[in-house]
């Protein structure tokens, strides 16, 4: 569908010229780095500022502590200096404590290794897993997710399943997943929580199911805690005192927990996240782990196999800035849930400036409750499927990404990301989506 009226908040042959140059079959699947550059083309041409939805990147500056301590580390020359590959044993222990303080879970330092953002921890994951059990060749993602850990696999050559989540929420998940582990092939699973791109949480009841699963089938669970903290219907903030981030560690030994500091540390320029490997997993041997690793322990063949050869380690300096920030934060002196809060605060007023213009949420729900207010939402208008809609929502200078390319069975859906989207803004989005409503009327 294309808009019928050439009056629109972005000057509509502009628009149209941009989109011509970008020079791709359907503007609307593009990648997001493809929209990222198409927006900044037309904000350029235009003069006019866009409500930028498109990129999930931190909107906030880095938590200072983090930038105090590494500039320190410098000063003292650890830039020359190669860190142990698994971390440092200060950050080591400092995870180790995170872990226990805002998980309630117990891991050694040992199995808490630094990686090259959780982007590498992933990696790293899956190409030590699928080299495990010589059975066991294929991944399941629990959809919707982040494109790049299947991109991740194509590079590999490996393999992987996946189902959209949405129709197979609470005890639904169990036959769902059992339908998939019975086969055999399956090593690992991997999900978000909260889920970009649709922020639904799972509920402990789920977390068991996925868990009890994963005892029972041998699978390992991977958690990618991208957005930890971030379901700010509750407060996860203080070290050592309930609520938790909820969590499978709870009901399986069968993990690997992903921490990435890119969001809840405001910290993604430094490209150091945390894996975090149970106590059993890492100590569990396998033979077929010999074909590829001089160690038939999964901790070793992870450390002096695989995270050696992809990078080395992780960079020293953002080792003494992740040891610090979490110091603090497992001392309470650093409530790193009040830094972001913010998100959550602005995605409530941006859900009702959308759905007040005749806009629905996609993943509205957790089982019964309202889907909580965060980092991403999903959007859809009626009429519209999501490529068409990405194309027609530029020219009212609003910018996302479909949910198409989420593994999202939902492909009238966008995702929305609040985070580089700033308050001052928020008159000028109701105009636009006002605009929007007057000329795309729903019967
Ligand atoms: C679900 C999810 N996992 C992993 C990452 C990557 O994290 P990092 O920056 O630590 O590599 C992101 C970043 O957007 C994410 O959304």
Redesign the pocket.
Known sequence: MQTTSRNTPIDFDIVSQQIEELNVPVVGKATIREIKRLVDNIEKASGKKFIRMEM?VPGLPPAAVGTEAEIEALRRGVAAIYPDIDGIPMLKQEVSKFVKNFLDVDVKPEGCIPTV????G?FAAFLTLARMDAKKDTTLFIDP??P??KQQHRVLGQKFASFDVYNYRGEALRAKLESFFSMGNIHSVLY?NPN?PSWICFTDEELKIIGDLANQYNVVILE?L??FGMDFRKDYSKPGVPPFQPTVAKYTDNYIL?I????AFSY?GQ???MMVISDSLFQRQSRDLLRYYSSDIFGRAMIFGTVYSLSSGTAHSAQYALAAILKAANEGRFNFVNDVREYGEKAKIMKKLFTDNGFHIVYDKDIDQPIADGFYFTIMYPGFDGPDLIEELLYYGISAISLSITGSEHSEGLRACVSLVSRTQFPDLEYRLKMFKEHHPVS
Request: glycine content about 20%; charged content about 10%.
């Open positions: 999930g953002g959780s982007m590498q992933g997710g982040f790049v850990h978000s970009n990618d991208a957005y992903f990435s500091s890119s969001k993604a490209r150091i996240g």
